[in-house]
């Protein structure tokens, strides 16, 4: 994808394919010839480095938007404030769609011109922009109006979601990556058609490791000669998450790679997350290689006191799980998908 499209151009080529036109081709490198059943290849976010291009058959596309609908209640007015560009935007057109319903309105990122129809509103938001829209009064408001608000791409902080609930606001939380076209679990249960594994896996704290299965998964990897890789296991995509059933809902306890050992004693980042989180749900925490420690936790937050943190965070984790760096930054380097960008986060620890 040498140049991003506009909005409106992805709209419409997205529309296209959705009536039966041509692939879209939203990755880099120039395109390549591909069979009729592929609708679209997209690239992943590249958050934590190593972007992949991912391709999705028209049937793949198809079914996730009919599931998701299904499990909405089939609402008809969809609003765009995502990059159509990428899969959780393309779902909203391919939702649009499958609704039968007009294409969705265009919306600017911030929401600032949001207009409800009243009439089966739905919308697709990362947290930051659920965030951002519950200091806005006037914008929270028309929020209370949609009959579902989907909020995925990252971790939805439980705080934040008490809050919009609070409000008013009808929260789906979403889980899905690229390779499933996006969302196929809504608040913890599998959409129609979906199947969920925990397989069983040494780093993960209960549960296992998450995979999932369908019909919504995608194709393959498309490598640099052109030539789609396969990217399941025995019909199964395995994630780098790990999870656990509670009360038969999927719970996502964070990544493979967040448990690191640090001082010689193993260490669950998501635990550090949430800890930080109850102080500032903006913030963000990484471990970096360490000669001294083997890894280092770093924290990413705009109270610039590492001190103060460690005073509040020893009433909640044990002394190895402490950060032992502070990143002072005002706001999250995201990937254009709405993710915290992993590999920005590193660049500014290393520096």
Excluded at 102 to 111: E, I, T
Aim: proline letters at 7%; a negative charge.
């Amino acid at each position: 994808m040498h140049e991003p499209p506009t909005r409106e151009q992805a709209v419409a080529r997205a529309w296209d394919m959705l009536a039966g036109g041509p692939a879209v081709w939203w990755a880099d490198g120039p395109p390549v010839a591909l069979p009729d059943r592929v609708g679209a290849v997209v690239q992943t976010s590249g958050s934590t480095g190593g972007a992949k291009r991912v391709v999705l058959s028209r049937d793949a596309l198809r079914h996730a938007a009919e599931s998701s609908l299904e499990r909405l209640g089939r609402p008809t007015h969809w609003h765009l404030a995502l990059p159509p560009h990428y899969v959780a935007g393309l779902m909203v057109l391919a939702r649009t769609h499958a609704a039968g319903g007009p294409p969705p309105r265009l919306v600017a990122p911030d929401l600032h011109d949001l207009a409800p129809t009243g009439q089966g509103d739905a919308i697709s938001l990362v947290p930051t922009q659920l965030h951002r829209a519950l200091r806005d009064p006037a914008t929270a408001a028309k929020l209370t109006s949609f009959e579902a608000v989907l909020i995925g791409g990252a971790a939805l902080a439980p705080g934040l979601r008490t809050e919009a609930r609070e409000a008013g606001i009808n929260v789906v939380h979403t889980y899905g990556m690229s390779e499933t076209c996006g969302g196929c679990v809504f608040d913890g249960v599998p959409l129609p058609g979906v199947t969920v594994d925990l397989v069983p896996d040494e780093r993960a704290r209960s549960g296992g490791r998450v995979a999932l299965a369908g019909p919504m998964l995608f194709d393959g990897y498309l490598d640099r000669r052109g030539v789609v890789e396969p990217g399941t296991v025995d019909g199964r995509f395995l994630t780098s998450d790990r999870g656990r059933w509670e009360d038969a809902r999927l719970v996502i306890d964070g990544r493979l790679d967040d448990v690191v050992i640090t001082g010689g004693v193993n260490v669950d980042l998501a635990l550090v997350r949430a800890a930080v989180a109850r102080h500032d749900e903006a913030a963000a925490v990484l471990a970096v290689d360490d000669e001294e420690w083997g890894s280092r936790i770093v924290l990413f937050s705009g109270i610039a006191d590492l001190e103060r943190w460690r005073e509040l965070l020893a009433h909640e984790l044990p002394r190895e799980a402490l950060p032992r760096q502070l990143v002072d930054v005002a706001e999250l380097p995201r990937t254009a998908g709405g993710k915290p960008d992993r590999a920005a986060l590193l660049r500014l620890a290393a520096r």
